[in-house]
């Protein structure tokens, strides 16, 4: 069968424009629709990492602050006692590091005492971060107090100075102890004091282990000139040579801000003769809240019951609306980390306060402004959260209440 010449002609000349359009607008609405599916994924993909990350950020900063607390109270445990008491005790004293002489406190000054506590807590105002100190020492001969029967302002005696080593930091209490003093041993020199039962804690230059671990002269860092006059020592504690007063804080100053917070660890005191570089340290970034409470063994069975649980007054001791407080009670720490996701949302994604334990969390705008125009682009219901909350026990002043 023959082709018709047309038929032939028509066949050789290719697509028609409509044909060719037709073609083209298919093509678009694949494309459109490839470029849609796309975009959806992307946000998805950005919403799930980005609350994976604040999940992440919750967790790493609640292990970190676990493993801190969990250490607390070690070297002093006994001040915990029932019999002895001393928790509480305000510590008093001076660090010289790098040549510049700090008061032994927390920061900013004016925050507080440091107390011969595991733990402390600064609440935060209105809602805002608090913050919370964990004191230990890492002596490895002595747990437990000794006994001060004599001292000078520059030297103390006890009963049995067994443990005591050269460089180890101590703090001195008074009998009701209403004054502690924080030191550092200089001397046992059996020979040079005189007697087997008392260390020296002046300011002359010691031998002992420099930072990077090799044997040379080490100056005092916690000795004054002063001394410590005004105080009659009753219970000695030995804290070792490297004990730690750490300050964890929500920080949103340089290199953080508003934008962009992160939890730190503030090093109250130097290690090795030196304050750490930075003296802060951040430890997990996206962090925007931080809650605390007391466990408060108010009834003194040894548990902490659901109302056993007290926010921080201005003191930083438990808040028992006044109440006088044993600090020997306090035996557990309960907290909650808010971590908030990078990835703005065009949309409300958070309609409620996240909560933990102890209530809701009170939010604010990105920008640390006032939660007053949900619809603002700054607002925090734009963005995602993770919480991450427990209590942790204070094993050391546990085992110190019963001895």
């Known amino acids: 069968m023959s082709i018709s010449p047309l038929l032939q002609k028509r066949r050789m000349g290719g697509f028609s424009l409509i044909e ?56 002093f445990g006994t001040a915990n006692s029932t019999t002895t008491g001393g928790a509480g005790c305000p510590i008093t004293g001076a660090a010289t590091a790098g040549g510049t ?29 608090d913050q919370i100190v964990s004191l230990y020492g890492n002596s490895m001969n002595r747990i437990a107090p000794e006994m001060a029967i004599g001292s000078t302002f520059n030297s103390t005696r006890v009963r049995n100075r067994a443990g005591f080593n050269v460089g180890d930091v101590v703090i001195l209490a008074s009998s009701d102890f209403s004054d502690c003093r924080i030191v550092e041993v200089t001397s046992t020199d059996t020979i040079l004091l005189a007697s087997d039962k008392v260390f020296a804690h002046d300011t002359t230059n010691y031998q002992g282990n ?50 962009n917070p992160a939890l730190q660890r503030f090093s109250i005191f130097p290690i090795d003769g030196v304050y750490p570089n930075p003296q802060a340290r951040e430890v997990a970034e996206g962090v925007v809240n931080l809650q605390l409470q007391y466990g408060y063994d108010s009834d003194g069975n040894g548990l902490i019951s659901a109302n056993e649980w007290f926010d921080a007054d201005a003191t930083n001791a438990p808040d ?51 939660d007053t125009n949900p619809s603002s682009v700054s607002n925090w219901r734009r963005y995602r959260y993770a919480v991450v909350e427990g209590v942790v026990a204070i094993r050391n002043a546990l085992w110190g209440r019963n001895q």
């Open 320 to 370: 028992l609306g006044g109440a006088a407080v044993d600090w020997t009670k306090v035996l557990a720490i309960r907290y909650a980390i808010l971590a908030r996701s990078r990835n703005y949302e065009a949309s409300t994604v958070t309609t409620t306060n996240p909560s933990w334990a102890g209530g809701n969390f009170t939010m604010t705008d990105v920008g640390g402004t006032a």
């Open 101 to 129: 002489t700090t008061a032994v406190g927390l920061d900013p000054a004016g925050a507080g005492n440091l107390r011969l506590s595991a733990v402390q807590i600064i609440n935060g105002a209105n809602g805002a971060p």
């Open 210 to 259: 420099l930072p990077d671990g090799t044997p040379g002269t080490r100056t005092p860092v916690f000795n004054q000139a002063a001394g410590t006059t005004g105080i009659t020592p009753f219970w000695v504690f030995d804290l070792g040579p490297e004990p730690q007063a750490n300050q964890w804080r929500v920080s949103t100053t340089a290199p953080n801000s508003l934008q």
């Open 20 to 75: 060719l359009m037709i073609a083209i607008l298919i093509g678009l609405i694949t494309s459109l629709a490839v470029v849609q599916v796309y975009s959806i994924w992307i946000r998805q993909s950005r919403t799930v990492s980005s609350t994976t990350d604040s999940q992440s950020t919750a967790a790493l900063a609640a292990y970190a602050l676990e493993e801190d607390i969990k250490q607390a109270g070690q070297g």
